[in-house]
């Protein structure tokens, strides 16, 4: 439930208005130079408060290595990576103790578990992405040695595709109280052929667990994705001559396996639910209420879930990794 | 690897032109009458011949039980489901034996395992799925009991949303020698809510990974899916009074947990790779070549993707329905 | 619950009476040349009606590969390997239907599926360890080809430990309508160093969990075992020179991890519970009764263990050999 | 590798000389009252330093719970426990560097991974039972709640079964720089019937995985454990009467599941390998060298390890009651 991978393990622990942010990494190998200087930057780059885009949440987001290293060196034991939350405003909230936020998982969490974290969103919260971000550096880090890369980048926001005009849809809706939807590509390369495995355990059935495990994606697509319901098989198989592939439409993954191409995901992500129009809803008593979600929240999550995206794939392909050894 | 789902475990195995194909079942509850009865409708729906439509491979694909029942009950006991091939005619394949098809697994297998089963696709074929869907007919009758159900249906093929044009712009394909993609959509009806987990058992998680688990799928979305990319928070946000939600643009999934609305779930499918037009590609000494795939195959896979996404999305609800008994 | 292992996987069905006992191995390395003769001979090791010391059911226990193989060598997809019952006497369990034999799982299972397959014991018949044995020739296998031996020995019955003594005391406690137990002791010779994780992985753990996983096991003991208790510090340490160690009173294990010294494992053995001597019981219903059981039992297990015993130390090397190449 | 249990997981982390010691308990039921004071006295009983025959080293071990809880209550999200280290002097073992102490992990930790965290045994420490001890009173606190209570004593060290002759011998072994191993029994009252699952998940084969996965322990045995291999079946059979079984030879476990009847796990455990006796063994570079162990160490760890024992065998029952619920 909160651990993910299979050989690259991480348990990841913690609320947005909790004491701390961390993650347990089981896996990783011995012998490997690892520091914090490794991780900061890019839980830096996750980190809200950066821009008038963004959540005014100002945490610094201090990592701290509990465990698993000896003389700036992996020893094979865990790795624990602690964060602890700063900037906590549980007081914001307090007007939202008892009411189901639309969009969130405020009502499906009360009818899971009987009971209700309010501040922030609890474990629920986009906060707890901190934990996977910092768990993918130790990943990215592996997969560098090995000449591998995950990039991602912004494709679409509301129907827009050029960084001035995403922007300015991003502070419109904004103004309006409201928030924005969007798109964004993960990409790796240098991936070895071969990762993954059928059937159940296919690289892009992994991908797209990891993927839809990130809070707001609701689409999943791997190189063409819904794309392909509209081509003949002749337009969409990638050919191949003793170079190898003539096009790259599979995204990298043919029959659950990676093929030495790029692989390239696309996920789709849900307008930010936490917004200051008037919606309707009800409160744990069932009364109707209105609500206007008030806090300081991202008009649009796409740019802050490219990290996330990019720490959940690298963390797929290290595992992949290796799984594959066991069998060379 | 070939195992699926933690409570709810299938372990299948079996090639398309082995001597047969089967699934273990582990964790069906004690006391369920079950009998061939309950399984073989269900896997004849999958079955192949039954229209021109579709491969003109026929196999009568009878159901064996061959353990974890007494007296016409489930024991608790591991129950095994076995079909054997019977209308094998590894032949067909033979020009095929060190040719990679353009869009198959065959390169990927061969670049994993160093060794290729030629005939038919092997491990990799579609024909694996039976024992999925027969595993997932016994889930199915677990669902029922719990007044959930299952259904899927054809959204799309080739941009064509009726069943006349569809049929059409299949056939047209097969004339040409080509194939066609499409777009599936699978309900679940009758879930209760608090199905799921955080963070990385999300219901929608564990819904992308066995949908992208299928061989074809490129693409799943809940709910909106990628159309969320175009829409404000106050478009998207389900909006709630004291009776329920006033829309189901989530796909009844919040925070990855089942709100207790209808799970909806599209899949998107690629073109069958077997083409009998031309295409280049190469054998596994280096040699390019031209291909013209014979063989029986699919022109429009859509329709035979159907029973099997569904027994899918059967086998997590029920895996999901047993982890959530453990917290009651 | 039926599956075990983690890389070298697998999932075991079947019961003593049903159709058929059966495996599916998952996680073997392709390219390695398999078949019937690899296992036949070692199964034909477990199976009853040798001798006048054992049960007098006759089983030919012919092993069917179903998967996995394509012209004489894996191919890395889920091997499923299929023993069907023949020798089948339920009538002789008639009398059993609803009563709870002393010593046997016939009470907890009914407690805890509230249904009884009352013929031979069902799935918790010792029958059910044929598909380990057959999964653990095919894991001697790899290991012989790492240069590992796994072999097993009767060290004690009931007191004796000589050949003739132990014949002698299984034929008396037969003749007098009882049973003994005993002591076997079972080697792994060529180990590599490093096998086993910690701190929950460790080697020592996973032997003790596969061989008290076998039904009758009572007791495990590594190396010096329970006499340990009665050892001061200097002379329990297992000394080195440059050379190696100078005892191997450890068994080959330290902190969880193999040394590279012989792997040694004693296991306690229960007396059959089987017997003809009369014990009281009761009735599913309640009532008092008296017992005399009949049938084709061992009167002494120790023997027949020892085989599957083997296997399952082999299932555990050939899991933590995958295991640890993971990490090289 | 670091995780335990399947629905009531443990992930532990920390070094003996690290940081901290930490576990996070994954599967804890939602709604429960859980603060420090349920978990500090326990984790007391475990703290070295309380009398002369333990170790010297003072760790106050006070816990810190890091997340999972909100008001008091537990909120199904995982909850991570803390422990600083405190009392570390590394100096100590300056000396062991590159120096492989007998009878500890020290040999097979640097063939494992090629490095040595030699500062009081890193991960291989006793130490790293903090967090097994500390989980384990939250699955105390669950078990109680259903009225099943765990508890540990001490049956014997170095052939001596009295307090006062126990006490004698430990401190006689201490004064000889040598130390002593005993056996340590630990029993469960009030657990219900039916928990565990054949064929691998057997309630025996889950505790004896436990038990010796605990460091210094080489044998367990449930019930009459090793006893039983001189009895004959008659003697060995708990019978039954319609008031339920006469006896409980087998440990309240037959067939792998829980009887209904005590749960009795004996454990044996080796004497200290740290002793100030010198003993002949080698250094990373192979050199042969003589070792005498300074530092504050345990002369006997019976004590010490029956808190650790009692603990995973709630971790155990936990698990398998939650395991158990699914299928009710």
Chains 1, 2, 3, 4 share one sequence.
Request: with cysteine; hydrophobic share 35%; aromatic share 4%.
């Amino acid at each position: 439930m909160n651990t993910f991978g299979k050989n690259f393990k991480i348990t990841t622990f913690g609320e947005s208005h909790g004491k701390a942010l961390g993650v347990v990494i089981d896996g990783c190998q011995a012998g490997m130079e690892l520091s914090d200087t490794d991780i900061q930057p890019i839980l830096d780059r996750r980190r809200p408060g950066k821009s008038p885009l963004e959540s005014g949440r100002t945490e610094k987001d201090r990592i701290e290595i509990l465990s698993g290293i000896f003389e700036g060196r992996t020893t094979g034991a865990p790795i624990a990576l602690l964060v602890r939350n700063e900037d906590v405003r549980s007081e914001d909230y307090e007007a939202l103790r008892s009411v189901f936020r639309p969009g969130h998982a405020d009502v499906t969490y009360y009818e899971k578990y009987g009971i209700r974290d309010h501040r922030g969103g609890g474990r629920s919260s986009g906060r707890e992405t901190v934990a996977r971000v910092a768990a993918g550096a130790v990943a990215m880090k592996i997969l560098k040695e090995k000449g591998i890369t995950v990039t991602g980048r912004i494709v679409e926001v509301h129907g827009k595709t050029t960084p001035k005009d995403i922007e300015k849809e991003i502070l419109a809706a904004k103004e309006a109280g409201d928030s924005v939807g969007g798109i964004a590509e993960i990409t790796a390369k240098g991936c070895p052929a071969g990762l993954g495995d059928p059937v159940f355990g296919k690289l892009d059935a992994l991908i797209a667990g990891a993927m839809m495990g990130i809070g707001a994606v609701k689409g999943v697509g791997i190189g063409d994705g819904f794309a392909v319901a509209e081509k003949f098989g002749s337009e969409n198989n990638d050919q191949m001559t003793s170079d190898g592939f003539l096009s790259n439409y599979a995204g990298g993954i043919l029959g659950g396996i990676s093929s030495g191409q790029d692989i390239v995901v696309r996920i789709a992500v849900k307008p930010t639910p936490s917004i200051a129009k008037v919606q309707q809803t009800r409160d744990i008593h069932g009364n109707e209420v209105e609500i206007s979600v008030k806090g300081r929240h991202d008009p649009c999550i796409v740019p802050r879930i490219v990290p996330v995206a990019e720490a959940m794939l690298a963390l797929v392909l290290t595992d992949c990794l290796l799984e594959q050894k066991k069998y060379r």
